[in-house]
């Protein structure tokens, strides 16, 4: 579970003439995939604020499409001070008269293809650039933005998604992260690939995505450079930044994939728990790509974080970031199973807009119940029926809806729960052999792209010959207690499952 902003936000769009009218229209290019098939307007326009997504209208932007940001940073831990120039390069797809990017810092510079750009701040987040120069339908753009500023003193309604600590900082976050550390097309929409440097002083940590292109570097100054590169593309806010005092271990998977696990030195007593559980991370990939179909990335690990970091975890692409709170009570692979699975669910195939959250927690919820079963801890049947029991008809959980659950209920524990429970309903009505089919297919269909709700219908339709509208409409998008079809089970209250007590106390942790 990650922070969400509730605050009403005003959506601003600049006609050609530059006056503003509000409005959130969506972008003509907003869908799954990279097609850039958006034809030419008649004039110059500027690209739209925000893609038009139901929960969160003006993330992200329109009339571009980024295919990679290099993003290199200088960082103090002492003062919290940021300086940064990022390089963004993205392809027109409309003719451009000015754009907007997502981004809180101070900006001191912006150029366009190589010219400087004069840019103003509008909205909460939107930094608008316009170019000297116009941009065409389908040209290249180099967008170099140079900026500084103390992440953890910018705030949106009194909050900051930069996590400052005693020796460092941590910038984690969903469904926003970006904002504070580097400028991007902010919304799943837009994915793209990162190259990530950052100087800090010698002796200080450096944690990032994928792999590291080079060994850290000495620079000038008692300082080093860490240099960390993602080859898939993802969305912005699954990039992190871990700075700090950090244990770094190093492994090779299954697979022959790199393993980087890092363990803050602040953990104390909760440090061998939280190694308990991470080293597992390649273990629990591999058990999970023989469900879900081949892992989507290029490295795998995990990031204990320190005690005065988070105090959620986070699906940051390659390699989750956990708060010390799920080490509390021991170690717990079921925290380490959901962010995993989220790497192909959230991750590889992201929501095309954030009311299709059921397709990241849900099935990531659901995982948990796999392991469970593989472990010998209680089956999903077990699960259900013991997660059934655990809610009154009463109980407010029943009134929010996994598939429309609103932007203020996206990370509500029925998203996760109730969720995981529509899963295992759909399992039940196609059987096993079908739905152990239907899962690798929809990570394999939407590898490195988008889906929604209808998209999986309809392909688990496809592939178990049923119309699961009734099962959908009941556990997805209709408020009260369901009567689900192992009804029989329900009857009595079930005994509890062993795993129980670990799913609970992670998911404690991630929806609140």
Same mark, same amino acid.
């Given at each position: 579970?990650?922070?969400?902003?509730?605050?009403?936000?005003?959506?601003?769009?600049?006609?050609?003439?530059?006056?503003?009218?509000?409005?959130?229209?969506?972008?003509?290019?907003?869908?799954?995939?990279?097609?850039?098939?958006?034809?030419?307007?008649?004039?110059?326009?500027?690209?739209?604020?925000?893609?038009?997504?139901?929960?969160?209208?003006?993330?992200?932007?329109?009339?571009?499409?980024?295919?990679?940001?290099?993003?290199?940073?200088?960082?103090?831990?002492?003062?919290?001070?940021?300086?940064?120039?990022?390089?963004?390069?993205?392809?027109?797809?409309?003719?451009?008269?000015?754009?907007?990017?997502?981004?809180?810092?101070?900006?001191?510079?912006?150029?366009?293809?190589?010219?400087?750009?004069?840019?103003?701040?509008?909205?909460?987040?939107?930094?608008?650039?316009?170019?000297?120069?116009?941009?065409?339908?389908?040209?290249?753009?180099? &967008? #170099?933005?140079? !900026? %500084?500023?103390?992440?953890? $003193?910018?705030?949106?309604?009194?909050?900051?998604?930069?996590? =400052? /600590?005693?020796?460092?900082?941590?910038?984690?976050?969903?469904?926003?992260?970006?904002?504070?550390?580097?400028?991007?097309?902010?919304?799943?929409?837009?994915?793209?690939?990162?190259?990530?440097?950052?100087?800090?002083?010698?002796?200080?940590?450096?944690?990032?995505?994928?792999?590291?292109?080079?060994?850290?570097?000495?620079?000038?100054?008692?300082?080093?450079?860490?240099?960390?590169?993602?080859?898939?593309?993802?969305?912005?806010?699954?990039?992190?930044?871990?700075?700090?005092?950090?244990?770094?271990?190093?492994?090779?998977?299954?697979?022959?994939?790199? &393993? #980087?696990?890092? !363990? %803050?030195?602040?953990?104390? $007593?909760?440090?061998?728990?939280?190694?308990?559980?991470?080293? =597992? /991370?390649?273990?629990?990939?591999?058990?999970?790509?023989?469900?879900?179909?081949?892992?989507?990335?290029?490295?795998?690990?995990?990031?204990?974080?320190?005690?005065?970091?988070?105090?959620?975890?986070?699906?940051?692409?390659?390699?989750?970031?956990?708060?010390?709170?799920?080490?509390?009570?021991?170690?717990?692979?079921?925290?380490?199973?959901?962010?995993?699975?989220?790497?192909?669910?959230?991750?590889?195939?992201?929501?095309?807009?954030?009311?299709?959250?059921?397709?990241?927690?849900?099935?990531?919820?659901?995982?948990?119940?796999?392991?469970?079963?593989?472990?010998?801890?209680?089956?999903?049947?077990?699960?259900?029926?013991?997660?059934?029991?655990?809610?009154?008809?009463?109980?407010?959980?029943?009134?929010?809806?996994?598939?429309?659950?609103?932007?203020?209920?996206?990370?509500?524990?029925?998203?996760?729960?109730?969720?995981?429970?529509?899963?295992?309903?759909?399992?039940?009505?196609?059987?096993?052999?079908?739905?152990?089919?239907?899962?690798?297919?929809?990570?394999?269909?939407?590898?490195?792209?988008?889906?929604?709700?209808?998209?999986?219908?309809?392909?688990?339709?496809?592939?178990?010959?049923?119309?699961?509208?009734?099962?959908?409409?009941?556990?997805?998008?209709?408020?009260?207690?369901?009567?689900?079809?192992?009804?029989?089970?329900?009857?009595?209250?079930?005994?509890?499952?062993?795993?129980?007590?670990?799913?609970?106390?992670?998911?404690?942790?991630?929806?609140?």
């Amino acid at each position: 579970m990650r922070r969400v902003f509730t605050a009403a936000i005003a959506v601003l769009t600049v006609t050609t003439a530059g006056t503003l009218v509000t409005g959130a229209p969506g972008r003509a290019d907003a869908r799954p995939g990279k097609s850039r098939t958006v034809p030419a307007s008649a004039a110059p326009r500027p690209g739209s604020p925000g893609l038009g997504d139901p929960y969160f209208p003006d993330y992200g932007n329109g009339g571009y499409d980024v295919d990679h940001y290099d993003v290199r940073l200088r960082y103090e831990p002492a003062s919290d001070r940021l300086t940064g120039t990022t390089t963004i390069l993205a392809t027109a797809t409309q003719d451009l008269s000015r754009f907007n990017l997502d981004f809180l810092l101070d900006v001191e510079s912006v150029r366009v293809n190589g010219w400087t750009a004069r840019f103003a701040r509008e909205g909460t987040h939107e930094l608008v650039v316009t170019a000297p120069r116009g941009i065409t339908n389908g040209q290249a753009m180099t &967008v #170099v933005v140079t !900026y %500084s500023g103390v992440p953890s $003193e910018t705030l949106v309604d009194g909050y900051t998604g930069w996590t =400052r /600590t005693d020796d460092g900082a941590l910038a984690v976050n969903e469904p926003e992260s970006s904002w504070w550390w580097f400028p991007a097309n902010d919304h799943p929409l837009d994915k793209a690939t990162w190259d990530i440097s950052v100087s800090v002083p010698t002796g200080v940590e450096v944690v990032s995505n994928g792999v590291q292109p080079r060994a850290p570097l000495a620079e000038a100054g008692n300082r080093t450079r860490w240099s960390w590169r993602s080859t898939k593309p993802g969305a912005t806010y699954q990039a992190f930044l871990a700075i700090g005092q950090y244990d770094i271990v190093t492994d090779t998977a299954p697979n022959g994939q790199p &393993v #980087v696990n890092a !363990y %803050s030195t602040t953990l104390g $007593e909760r440090g061998p728990a939280a190694r308990a559980s991470i080293e =597992r /991370t390649a273990e629990i990939v591999d058990w999970e790509s023989g469900i879900f179909g081949p892992y989507p990335f290029e490295a795998q690990g995990g990031v204990a974080g320190p005690v005065d970091g988070i105090g959620f975890a986070l699906e940051t692409q390659t390699r989750p970031v956990y708060g010390p709170g799920f080490w509390r009570r021991g170690s717990n692979t079921y925290v380490v199973v959901h962010e995993n699975a989220h790497q192909w669910f959230g991750d590889s195939v992201s929501v095309a807009d954030w009311s299709n959250i059921w397709l990241n927690e849900g099935f990531a919820s659901y995982a948990e119940w796999l392991w469970s079963e593989a472990q010998g801890e209680g089956t999903a049947q077990e699960l259900f029926d013991f997660t059934y029991a655990d809610y009154p008809a009463d109980d407010e959980f029943w009134q929010v809806l996994p598939g429309d659950p609103g932007a203020g209920a996206v990370f509500d524990g029925a998203v996760y729960d109730r969720g995981a429970m529509a899963l295992h309903q759909i399992r039940l009505a196609v059987g096993d052999d079908a739905f152990f089919r239907i899962l690798p297919a929809w990570t394999a269909e939407h590898r490195y792209g988008n889906g929604t709700i209808a998209q999986f219908q309809a392909l688990a339709e496809r592939i178990s010959g049923l119309d699961l509208d009734p099962v959908l409409t009941t556990w997805l998008f209709t408020a009260g207690r369901p009567t689900p079809a192992s009804a029989a089970r329900t009857a009595t209250v079930p005994a509890q499952p062993k795993s129980w007590t670990r799913i609970r106390e992670a998911h404690e942790l991630m929806t609140h």
